[in-house]
């Protein structure tokens, strides 16, 4: 609706118009969120650019993505590990991307070497607090906290209201946490017994923990994709932040009416 009728409104608003009057990509003061790594990765002269240096890695993940759940799968992709396959298809990637620069002569194995640690070293924290978040669902799961909770609220929460419950909750902790699928491995031990017992449509349920896991994954300041995107952008983080807040916000509050909606019809 936005893209058609070409309708900001909020920071963005302002935003939008300090470009087309003023010019300016950046308000004054901003300062852009841009990795000094990807700064220092200058093109290097006498270098021919190549579209396939780019288009044949990214065929080799998307190749070997079918490949990887088949191996696992023993012959069946519906049974392979999804996580598994992703992981061998990135190394692909990168390794045939890492031979294609090193026969063209565009890095040395010694540059290859060190951002792929660099690549990995970034992953760091990100990987911490995935193992923090699953570590603190499978704790749920082993007191009983799910059926605990469901028993402290089956007195005095209906069933209807349970989806758009979920989806609040899931939504602050992804806010929290910055990550949404921390917010999974924390809230579907929680969500499924308690819908069980409680007697909520499951399905909906599950829906809830993720769109509510999703929609405050994106509206975090400390969430990667939020992080990513203003560096892809080089913009200032805060500004990014503030502008596409009110979007969210406004389709997050569409998608809790709906999830009221769908609990007293379904």
């Known amino acids: 609706f936005i893209i058609l009728t070409d309708k900001d409104f909020g920071p963005m608003k302002e935003a939008e118009r300090r470009v087309r009057e003023e010019g300016k990509l950046l308000r004054d003061g901003a ?29 080799t993940m998307v190749a070997m993505m079918p490949v990887g759940l088949l191996i696992t799968g023993h012959g069946s992709i519906e049974q392979g590990s999804g996580s598994t396959a992703v992981f061998w298809a990135v190394l692909a990637a990168i390794a045939v991307g890492a031979v294609m620069y090193r026969w063209q002569k565009i890095m040395t194995t010694s540059e290859l070497t060190d951002l792929f640690l660099k690549g990995v070293g970034g992953l760091i924290p990100m990987a911490i607090l995935m193992m923090l ?31 758009a419950v979920i989806f609040i909750v899931g939504a602050f902790i992804a806010f929290a946490t910055g ?18 017992i409680i007697g909520a449509n499951l399905p909906l349920t599950l829906g809830a923990v993720l769109g509510g896991g999703v929609f405050g994954d994106h509206c975090s300041p400390i ?18 932040v503030r502008t596409q807040l009110p979007y969210a916000l406004v389709s997050g509050a569409i998608a809790l009416v709906l999830y009221l909606a769908a609990g007293f019809l379904f």
Request: with cysteine; charged share 10%; hydrophobic share 45%.
């Open 179 to 196: 990550t949404s699928w921390g917010t999974f491995a924390i809230m579907i031990p929680i969500a499924i017994p308690m819908a069980t």
């Open 31 to 59: 300062e852009p969120l841009v990795s000094e790594d990807v700064v220092m990765l200058a093109s290097k002269p006498n270098i021919p650019k190549r579209s396939v240096n780019m288009i044949v890695p990214v065929l």
């Open 223 to 240: 969430s990667d994709t939020t992080i990513i995107s203003s560096m892809a952008s080089a913009t200032d983080h805060i500004d990014h």
């Open 133 to 163: 978040a699953f570590a603190l669902g499978n704790t749920c799961k082993a007191l009983g906290t799910g059926p605990y909770v469901a028993g402290l609220t089956k007195g005095w929460m209906h069933a209807r209201y349970v989806p």
